[in-house]
């Protein structure tokens, strides 16, 4: 599955920013900084969300197992490849559309799982190089960094059903016209979480 999908489908994408992509215009902005956290309990076990949420090429808006906003694609690549460390491609369609390559660790304790995504940027531009020549894909952001966490805590049994606590937290950092919809990026990151939440409760 991928994190960075809630990144997809946001309502920012309005009649004001296809404007900008039309014609082309630009602003010079500060940065912005966009953060957003939700935690939900599921009715599963640990094991059944953790192996959902790792089920990378089933989570998509159309035709997969789980609903994914805005998503077309997301695989696991084979280069690099390890159980618990490994690269993904993922293509969000929206207006414009965007694809990017990701690394994604898996940290496991006896107390909690963690799964980070973390979207690779312009330093790392000959990691970059070697998965788009491994994989024919392209890598064309279109926000500056993304960083998303999901934190699995098994919890007690409740009503003789498994229950575990999911907490996804993402960072993003935007600039240039995506920097004047703050507001509205963190709505639709809000929306995405909640039906990625929707998608692990059937």
Known sequence: MIYSYWLGRLPLFSVVLSALLLTGASHVLAAELIRYQETAVITK???EVLTALLDYGNWCEKGCKYNSPGVVVDEKLA???KPDHFYTWT???????????SEIT??????ATT????ALMRGEQALIDELKKATGRVHDVLFDTSVNLVTLRAL??????AQTQVTFSTTVTV??????????????????????FAALRK
């Open 115 to 118: 799964i980070e995504s973390r």
């Open 45 to 47: 076990s640990h094991e």
């Open 175 to 196: 600039s240039g016209f995506l920097a004047m919809f703050p507001e509205k990026m963190r709505k639709g990151l809000k929306e995405s979480t909640q039906a990625v």
């Open 91 to 101: 293509w969000i369609s929206d207006i414009k559309d965007t694809k990017y390559f």
């Open 79 to 81: 280069p690099r490849q």
């Open 156 to 161: 007690p049994a409740a009503g003789g059903h």
């Open 106 to 111: 898996v940290k496991r304790a006896a107390d």
